[in-house]
């Protein structure tokens, strides 16, 4: 009897100190305005998207499915999932300003077992992500849906649009993860963040327009996969459940390298 006892206040113990450490990583991302800075962002990003994806003239040789067909219907709000980009970018930023400014030092004090000090940076990252994707949507749709009545389109997917809705903050909190995982390895701010973005915008993006084959296995061709996008010249990606398979595995195995180098490192 007491031994269950002291294995239940135990295990109570630690519970209510990820907890704490949770609400501690949450509190040290929302105090600053940077999370604010980048979700600015997130909606003129992805507004611009919307515009471009509604008025962009036609370009020859790179057909892109038209607004009057579901599969153009599903790229217009599949917009609303590209604030993966700024998620990814914060994760690394925040984990970076902490190696740089040895502020992850004093958690460390406070908590010695990294790995749950990793779990709650995460968390707490993926938390923020979320809420990019959820604002992503929200703005996203909205914008597309008072531009819409502006051009011929087809009927409006409303089925698609919870999926892809669902799929955005899900691919989002994942990237965030990503982020942090990132920074935890690259260590350098400026190397993590311009890595990232030439990866992303640049390398990633052309493989996955324009090699289909081998971008839907990346991350950003499997989130593609998730917001049930179509390329160029009606390319497919993975299925939705497949896209979120290889995302959830990317970030699962990224995840484990930075806890495990986390371990090893001196980060005082």
């Known amino acids: ?100 400014h040895r502020t992850l030092s004093s958690m460390l004090l406070s908590e010695p077992r990294r790995n749950r000090v990793m779990v709650a940076k995460m968390g707490a990252y993926a938390g923020v992500g979320a809420f990019y994707g959820l604002v992503g949507v929200v703005f996203g749709y909205a914008l597309a849906l008072a531009f819409l009545p502006l051009k011929d389109h087809g009927a409006i997917p409303i089925d698609a649009m919870w999926q892809i809705a669902g799929g955005s903050i899900l691919g989002c909190a994942l990237f965030a993860i990503l982020g942090v995982a990132v920074g935890t390895l690259v260590r350098n701010q400026i190397g993590a963040i311009l890595g990232i973005l030439v990866w992303v915008l640049l390398i990633e993006a052309l493989l996955v327009a324009f090699l289909p084959a081998v971008g839907k296995w990346l991350p950003g061709g499997a989130l593609s996969g998730v917001l049930q996008s179509t390329g160029f010249n009606g390319a497919s990606y993975l299925p939705v459940w497949g896209g979120a398979l290889v995302l959830v595995g990317y970030t699962a195995i990224f995840g484990v390298i930075a806890a495990a180098t986390t371990q090893r490192r001196d980060v005082s």
């Open 1 to 100: 009897m007491n031994s269950t006892r002291a294995t239940s206040a135990a295990g109570a113990t630690v519970i209510a100190r990820r907890r704490s450490l949770l609400s501690a990583e949450i509190l040290k991302v929302t105090s600053t305005k940077m999370w604010l800075g980048m979700l600015i962002g997130v909606a003129l990003y992805i507004g611009i998207g919307v515009v471009a994806t509604i008025f962009a003239p036609e370009q020859p040789g790179m057909p892109m499915p038209r607004l009057s067909t579901t599969e153009g219907l599903r790229n217009l709000f599949s917009t609303a999932g590209s604030g993966y980009v700024f998620a990814i970018v914060i994760g690394a930023l925040g984990m970076t300003q902490e190696l740089r």
